[in-house]
């Protein structure tokens, strides 16, 4: 076997650990039992109890606005910042294809910025060069879950008048200097799809600094309806926005009203196992952990990635072991929709072949992590 094409998806069973699974507390499948013998389960009062206790933790006074999913946020936030025909936004070059494909859906001109090697995340010496005029938002996404360089990002942000769309689907719970993420930017999206620290299945949601912009996206939420003027049951409810779709239902919000509650739980375990990584692989030549040893920022833990030499040997080492792995995220200047690839990106370039996602989820214990870094260890 000498090609990750040829790797399988592992079954969970059997003794194999495998990449992601799915963190359901106990409470949330009682709650949405619930929720289902209840007069409301599409977008009803469980969606806004959801987005209250949201903000309470993750916002500084912001408003949260429940989605579908975390690419109904994003899609959001490019309306509300105004990205349309042509504007040209700085955006990661790697990252979900869900950061960037919503700003295709603008029309806009996406301009990829280059990673950092320690981090992964956006470079922001690399975001100053490519900012000018017509420059509309910068976009940034804090990959698995440690914060990017906020304080020099919103620097430059200033600077040009634009805002910033901070993509938090890896980074619920992750702080930056002090600042909990979600508190920083005019827009903070976060996404409860399957594998997150909180998943309702699939949903979002989008924080909002502008509280114009917040009336605006509840319309835009639904249709563009304002749908408390619609209770009052007259004609005086014209629509004036261009909506679509993009609510979350009660069932997805009964599962994240549990979850939030477990939350702190769930992030402590995901990043003492993270701590356990750090730990097992430190000293092993040939790998090394991406965004370890920063102490000016709280890492979410929701993905452990290596740079390692000779990729394909460690995964095929792993997988003997019954270890899953893989690459999760892929350039995405390599898809033909963003234009195709591109050569100017010297740090993406020359870790794209070398970086590879290790299991990290709440089936695990740290002495997994340790069978790990022992099987890596060993050599590959
Ligand atoms: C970095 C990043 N952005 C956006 C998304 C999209 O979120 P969702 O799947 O909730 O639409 C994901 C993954 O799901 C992601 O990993």
């Avoid at 040939?286 to 990635?305: F, K, N, P």
């Avoid at 792995?325 to 234009?339: A, L, W």
């Amino acid at each position: 076997m000498d090609k990750v094409a040829e790797m399988p998806l592992m079954d969970e069973r059997d003794g194999n650990i495998v990449l992601f699974y799915p963190h359901i507390p106990k409470s949330a499948i009682r709650s949405v039992e619930e929720t289902l013998s209840t007069r409301w389960i599409g977008q009803g009062p469980k969606v806004q109890k959801f987005e209250e206790k949201f903000e309470k933790k993750y916002s500084g006074g912001r408003r949260a606005i429940a989605l579908g999913s975390g690419t109904d946020a994003l899609h959001l936030a490019y309306i509300l910042a105004d990205i349309k025909d042509n504007d040209e936004v700085v955006a990661p070059v790697f990252t979900c294809t869900a950061t960037n494909i919503p700003l295709l859906y603008e029309r806009a001109k996406v301009v990829f910025a280059d990673v950092q090697l320690g981090t992964l995340n956006i470079d922001p010496a690399h975001v100053r060069r490519l900012v000018n005029e017509r420059t509309k938002a910068i976009v940034c996404v804090h990959y698995g879950g440690l914060p990017c360089d906020m304080q020099e990002l919103s620097q430059i942000a200033e600077e040009w008048g634009i805002p910033i769309i901070e993509d938090a689907a890896h980074a619920i719970g992750a702080v930056y200097r002090g600042k909990v993420i979600g508190t920083i930017s005019e827009f903070t999206m976060f996404s409860f799809q399957a594998i997150k620290h909180i998943t309702t299945g699939d949903g979002g949601m989008l924080i909002i600094k502008d509280s114009d912009l917040y009336e605006k996206a509840q319309k835009i939420r639904w249709f563009g309806i304002d749908r408390s003027a619609k209770q009052k049951g007259i004609w005086e409810n014209d629509i004036k926005e261009i909506g679509y779709k993009y609510q979350m239902t009660d069932i997805a919000a009964a599962m994240g009203l549990a979850a939030i509650e477990e939350f702190d739980q769930v992030l402590a375990l995901r990043r003492e196992l993270l701590f356990a990584y750090e730990k097992g692989l430190r000293d092993i030549p040939g790998i090394r952990l991406v965004g370890s040893g920063y102490t000016d920022r709280e890492h979410a833990a929701w993905l452990c990635t290596v740079i390692v030499e000779r990729r394909i040997n460690l995964q095929n080492k792993l997988r003997e072991n019954r270890i899953e792995s893989n690459q999760v995220h892929y350039r995405n200047d390599r898809y033909s929709i963003f234009g195709g690839r591109r050569n100017d990106l010297p740090n993406m370039d020359s870790i794209e072949d070398k970086y590879l996602v290790l299991p990290l989820h709440t089936k695990m214990t740290v002495s997994d992590v340790e069978r790990i870094c022992e099987v890596i260890r060993s050599g590959w």
